[in-house]
């Protein structure tokens, strides 16, 4: 939101004229991390808490499908945070031209990998601190044991969006004056109960007459 313009307006169509600079991508990337403050000990960005990067990850999702296209599509390696940094400056530096003749029938998604990899590159190096070391210990995958992984919390929201609107009418849940009758009327038979209880007591309290 911070990054929006005062005077946008959602219905008017842009055209964008990309300059293929990938510096200028990276500021405007980088621009989207916050590490002006941290409340705890240490932080990754924006004030989270995060403890110091060590062991073994798999980089899942949209992680797998830019680096997996960065090193079968473009032919770069990107073994190392060097080397992704040099991939992610390779594609950016390339004309839309060039790309749709070195990556054709990629269309679709052809214009993403620019900004996507940059993403990708300043989000480990800058944004949750790894190393040429603990990047060592990342794995980019597209299944884990044969199974494919997401973005669980994404693709709950795009399954969330296709349910469809309850109409404005209707009422999955009781009202609020029925519950108000249905806890009088369970006081009143504790209360009653109670009374019956108390009278049983009494009566038995009593000396019986012959």
């Known amino acids: 939101m911070a990054q929006r313009p005062q005077t946008f307006n959602s219905s008017a169509r842009v055209s964008l004229s990309g300059s293929s600079d990938p510096y200028l991508c990276r500021d405007l990337v980088s621009g989207l991390f916050s590490f002006s403050s941290c409340p705890f000990s240490r932080c990754s960005f924006n004030g989270v808490f995060q403890p110091p990067v060590a062991g073994n990850f798999i980089a899942f999702s949209a992680f797998f499908y830019t680096v997996d296209f960065l090193r079968t599509s473009m032919g770069l390696p ?3 945070l060097q080397q992704l940094e040099a991939a992610a400056v390779n594609v950016c530096n390339q004309t839309w031209a060039q790309l749709q003749a070195r990556v054709p029938g990629q269309r679709a998604h052809l214009a993403d990998y620019c900004a996507g990899a940059m993403f990708v590159q300043q989000l480990l190096s800058r944004g949750y601190g790894f190393d040429e070391h603990a990047f060592g210990g990342v794995i980019f ?5 044969d199974t494919a992984v997401g973005w669980a919390l994404g693709y709950m929201l795009n ?14 849940g009781t009202d609020f004056s029925s519950w108000v009758v249905l806890l009088l009327l369970f006081a009143s038979a ?9 009278r049983q007591v009494h009566s038995a ?4 007459t012959i």
């Open 205 to 208: 309290k009593l000396p019986s």
């Open 78 to 80: 990107v073994a190392t």
């Open 141 to 145: 995958e597209k299944k884990a044991a």
């Open 159 to 172: 399954l969330t969006n296709l349910i469809p609107a309850d109409p404005p009418g209707l009422r999955k």
């Open 190 to 198: 504790l209360l009653a109960a109670l009374v019956l209880l108390l």
